[in-house]
């Protein structure tokens, strides 16, 4: 429970007791404060911004004892932290004071990190929304509620402000969204249509990808359905539907299932191996294809404020239709 939260310029510094019975205080933190990212809570943690009897807690799986008294401090941004505005075209599906629905290109990464620090989709929307964008999400991340991989395309909702970033959090924490994605798949996935399930994870052969592990991970279920036969049936265009929202998920599941996303340059195959057993023509696109033909086409949820339930569709963009198209020549 919050017993207190004192704002000032330097740091919003938040006071509270743990109740009676033994938690992590990771866990601890993400139930006392919802409005707060467990990705956001966990640096803060390992960043020495959590301390108990004036002791600096750093180890996210530390464990507080009944009645214990905690505080954080949660450090205010800085300019150097905070993304700078950067106009950009944005293709906006929806707008009003409480959110926006863009449609993400490929190549745009959606919220400045290492080696992407500004042209960024979140650097867009900071000059578009102002001041009025969420700032639940991080200083880095602000409005952002969940993410698309760079290099995939499609639909995705930012909050402009904290009730709607909070709201929406928990439709995604409820799985009380729907999210459908176009993928161009290598092979025809039998049988046509079912559900992919499994924990995904880090993977402990390459720490830069994503896996099914038997140990830890967060479990994951993706939904599918064969919608077209291409390229003699060397490909497949698959409608992908989460229930979950994992790093990688489709890509990792279909995967799983010896059906690799054409062009995905993390876990699909080279693509010259492929291009003797594909028509002529869907060879040559392929050719100059660089990137995971996956594209997040459909959006569906209930407004975080006022209720209403939103739906959107895009198709896919210029470039994948062509890849596609190709495989039906």
Request: some cysteine.
């Amino acid at each position: 429970m919050v017993k207190s939260a004192m704002p000032n310029e330097e740091e919003t510094l938040y006071r509270l007791r743990a109740g009676d019975e033994r938690a992590r205080i990771d866990k601890f933190l993400a139930l006392a404060l919802p409005d707060i990212s467990r990705s956001r809570l966990k640096r803060l943690i390992e960043s020495g911004q959590v301390r108990i009897g004036g002791e600096t807690i750093a180890e996210p799986a530390y464990r507080v004892k009944p009645g214990t008294e905690i505080e954080l401090s949660m450090p205010a941004p800085t300019d150097e932290s905070v993304p700078t505005a950067q106009a950009m075209a944005l293709d906006i599906h929806y707008e009003d004071s409480d959110l926006i629905v863009v449609d993400k290109p490929a190549g745009l990464v959606v919220h400045p990190a290492a080696g992407n620090l500004d042209r960024t989709l979140v650097n867009a929307l900071v000059a578009h929304c102002g001041k009025s964008l969420s700032g639940i999400g991080g200083v880095r991340r602000p409005g952002i509620v969940h993410r698309l991989d760079k290099d995939t395309s499609g639909l995705l909702v930012a909050a402009k402000n904290d009730a709607a970033h909070a709201n929406l959090s928990r439709l995604f924490q409820a799985h009380d969204i729907e999210r459908a994605y176009l993928a161009l798949v290598w092979g025809t996935p039998v049988p046509a249509h079912g559900l992919i399930e499994g924990p995904i994870g880090r993977s402990p052969r390459n720490r830069k990808k994503m896996a099914l592990v038997t140990r830890g991970g967060r479990q994951a279920r993706t939904h599918y359905r064969v919608r077209e036969h291409l390229a003699d049936s060397c490909w497949s265009l698959v409608e992908c539907r989460l229930e979950t929202g994992r790093t990688h998920q489709i890509r990792v599941h279909l995967a799983s299932r010896g059906h690799k996303v054409v062009g995905d340059p993390l876990y699909g195959r080279r693509q010259n191996r492929g291009l003797k057993v594909l028509p002529t023509n869907a060879a040559e696109a392929l050719m100059s294809w660089h990137r995971q033909a996956l594209h997040a086409y459909r959006l569906g949820f209930r407004h975080p404020v006022n209720g209403e339930i939103l739906e959107f569709e895009s198709e896919p963009p210029a470039d994948m239709r062509a890849l596609i198209a190709a495989g039906r020549d």
